[in-house]
Structures are given as structure tokens and as C-alpha cells.
């Protein structure tokens, strides 16, 4: 997920001897805008003065700008490429479609190959880009100009948009047009229902928030027929209170290193009653593409039949947002026989400490060169 935090606990770093390349490409038949941009974008980073690496990574994310992202710099200062690149939804994650930023992925891949001269494509799944990358290697399966990955990183990813929005929906929401309006008997942040939350109040409250957001999928079914009919094609609409996780305030339930209570806006409480972090606004095509459990393909249990590369699951014990369990099944669903699965110190972005940023650093280091040993510059 996009987790963005006000103030993270150590500021990324750029290492020393490494820069970056701007690259902007446009993915057929789309062209430049008028105003000049690409449809996608992205940062390609490499040592100075090195040759062209034979190894590089991608990273892509629905929403969130990866250009920078945290370890380019760092796997570029050991000898790989690394290229963060942005589909044509960076920052429009209201109106993401998954095909077309498929489309996207496989220019930024393409390039990489044909243009770079990479030889090893790694595809790193961080976060809420754990999903979409796994969607972008599941279809490169079936389609042939869409170039393939020799590995897979998966970093504090999640097992999918839909099941990420059920998990953090507040059930006790009563009009979804209001988010005032509270049913008491299923608000978390209500003392007399904990936490610690009861079995019973957690089997109720996770059957809530299943049907709330049925009753979501619902309504975007029915309105889109409606204003089909009507000659519109799609509308945009709130999701109000989408920071009500109960693992937020209650470290009993799924135990971990992680603080409570927290989340990746700080006090739950807080950010549950503020603008939301996950699909706090959606399309209704985007819903049904991103966000349902019913329709949309940005589920892990819909690729893993299809993997057959060699993949390593990373996940810090003190994230707040990405759970163990989310490790465990991503791991458990994967198909191919070289995988592998860690659970070390460390929050969402392992920015706790230098020493838990070099862990999990060293770990993706000799994974890969194990794999890919004469290939790197």
C-alpha cells in the first residue's frame, strides 16, 4: 500500500556514485501530450562511470511516484540497474485501470532490455506494488511482447488492493454518504468495545466489514448500469473511513513487533476521521478493476498457479500496516520450487535504523547475486 508518512524515522539517502537518467516513453497508441509528457515515466540508476549493468530491477507502484524509491540508489551503488517508473496513473489512483498500466510496465521492461542492454529482469513488488507487479509478470506469461522477469522481489507487499480495503474499512460506517453517522456496537475506537476486542467482537467486526464492502460493490454495479443508460460512462465518489484495521490498536491479534496503536498516518484514530489513505475516492470502473473482491484481478491467489520464477518474500516485524500473515501467504502460494521467506526487524519502510536498512539491503544483495552471479557490470 502507498503508506506515506509525515515524517519518516530516518530520511531516505542517495548513495555516493550513483545517478540517474530520466527516462520518458510513451506506450502505443498513446503519444506525448500536448504539454509535453510521456505517458510514462521514470528514473533509470546506475553507477557513474560503470558499464551498463546486465542485472537491473523495476519498480512500479498504482499511485505512488517509485522514481526515488528508497533502495535505487543503494542496489545501483552495487552494481545493478535499477528503474523506478511510473505508469500513466502516478498520483491518479481514482482512475486506475489495471490493463493499460500493464501496458506501461512492459515499456519501462522493453526498455530495460532492448535499450539498456539489461539481460536480468528482477521485478521488485514493494508495498501496494507487490500486487500490480504480480499482475504485470502473471500476464507476461500470456503475452509475448510483454518482456519476462528472471526473478521476483517481494518487499512488505500486500496480497492485493481488495483485500487491503476490506481488512482497514470501518464496518460501523452507517451512511456513506455521511461519515458522521457511527453504529457504536461496531466502532473500534469506541472504549466500551476495547481493545483488547473479545473473539466474538472481532468475528462480528470482520463479518461487517465484509459486508460493507459488498454493499459498495453493490451500489457501483447499480449506479454504473444507471448512468450507462444515461449516456455516462463513469462518475467519481468518496469512500469515507478506510483506517479501521482492528491489528491497528490491538497487539494480541496477529502478535508482532509493530507499535500500537499505529498506523501510516500515526494515531488510527485520527487518520480513520481524516482523508483516507486507501481508495478514499475511486471511479466506478476503477472500483471494479481495483478495489472488489468480485471483479477485480489484483488478488495473489489468481497469479500464484502461474509462478515459475525464483522469488524471495521480505517483511519487517514492526510494520504497521503489511502483517506477517501477508508474508506467510504470499509465500505459501507460490509455486515455484526456489523460494524463500523473511521475517526480520524493521517497519514498513526498515527506516528504524541503519542497521535494519542494511539487513534487509543485504538480504535482496545475496539473493540475487547467488542467482545471477557473472551478471552484474
Not at 84 to 99: K, M, Q
Not at 209 to 230: G, I, P, S, T, Y
Not at 304 to 319: L, N, T
Not at 355 to 370: A, G, P, Q, R, S
Request: charged fraction near 25%; include cysteine; hydrophobic fraction near 35%.
Amino acid at each position: 500500500m502507498s503508506a506515506e508518512r509525515s515524517v519518516p524515522n530516518r530520511e531516505p539517502t542517495t548513495p555516493k556514485g550513483v545517478s540517474p537518467r530520466f527516462v520518458g516513453l510513451t506506450t502505443p497508441p498513446k503519444q506525448r501530450a500536448p504539454s509535453g509528457q510521456h505517458t510514462c515515466q521514470g528514473l533509470y540508476w546506475t553507477q557513474d562511470g560503470k558499464p551498463s549493468p546486465k542485472v537491473a530491477f523495476i519498480a512500479t507502484h498504482y499511485n505512488v511516484d517509485f522514481s526515488e524509491h528508497y533502495l535505487s540508489g543503494h542496489l545501483a551503488a552495487h552494481g545493478f540497474g535499477f528503474l523506478g517508473w511510473n505508469t500513466r496513473y502516478r498520483g491518479l489512483e481514482d482512475l486506475f485501470i489495471l490493463e493499460p498500466a500493464l501496458d506501461d510496465i512492459a515499456v519501462g521492461c522493453r526498455w530495460l532490455k532492448e535499450v539498456a542492454g539489461v539481460q536480468k529482469l528482477i521485478l521488485l513488488g514493494n508495498s501496494g506494488g507487490g500486487s500490480l507487479m504480480a499482475a504485470y509478470h502473471a500476464k507476461s506469461r500470456e503475452v509475448d511482447s510483454y518482456p519476462r522477469a528472471d526473478a521476483f522481489v517481494f518487499l512488505s507487499a500486500h496480497t492485493g488492493r481488495p483485500e487491503v480495503l476490506r481488512d482497514w474499512l470501518d464496518p460501523a460506517v452507517i451512511d456513506e454518504n455521511d461519515p458522521v453517522k457511527t453504529d457504536p456496537s461496531l466502532d473500534m475506537y469506541n472504549p466500551a468495545n476495547g481493545p483488547p476486542y473479545s473473539p466474538e467482537f472481532i468475528k462480528r467486526y470482520r463479518a461487517a466489514q465484509v459486508q460493507r464492502h459488498n454493499r459498495l460493490d453493490e451500489w457501483v454495479k447499480k449506479e454504473l448500469k444507471r448512468l450507462n443508460a444515461a449516456g455516462i460512462p463513469d462518475r467519481i465518489f468518496p469512500i469515507h473511513r478506510t483506517m479501521a484495521d482492528l491489528r491497528f490498536v490491538d497487539a494480541s491479534i496477529e502478535p508482532s513487533d509493530r507499535p500500537v496503536p499505529s498506523c501510516y498516518f500515526g494515531d488510527p484514530a485520527e487518520a480513520n476521521r481524516g482523508i483516507g489513505l486507501a481508495g478514499r475516492s475511486s471511479s466506478l470502473l476503477t472500483w471494479l478493476s481495483l478495489w472488489s473482491m468480485q471483479d477485480s484481478k489484483f488478488q495473489f491467489k489468481t497469479f500464484a498457479a502461474q509462478w515459475k520464477v525464483p522469488s524471495i518474500v521480505i517483511q519487517g516485524k514492526a510494520d504497521v500496516g503489511v502483517f506477517t500473515s501477508n508474508a506467510g501467504n504470499i509465500f505459501n502460494s507460490l509455486e515455484t520450487e526456489d523460494k524463500e521467506v523473511h521475517l526480520i526487524p524493521g517497519g514498513h519502510y526498515f527506516d528504524d535504523s541503519k542497521e535494519t536498512f542494511d539487513e534487509m539491503l543485504h538480504l535482496i544483495l545475496n539473493w540475487v547475486e547467488k542467482r545471477f552471479p557473472s551478471s552484474k557490470a
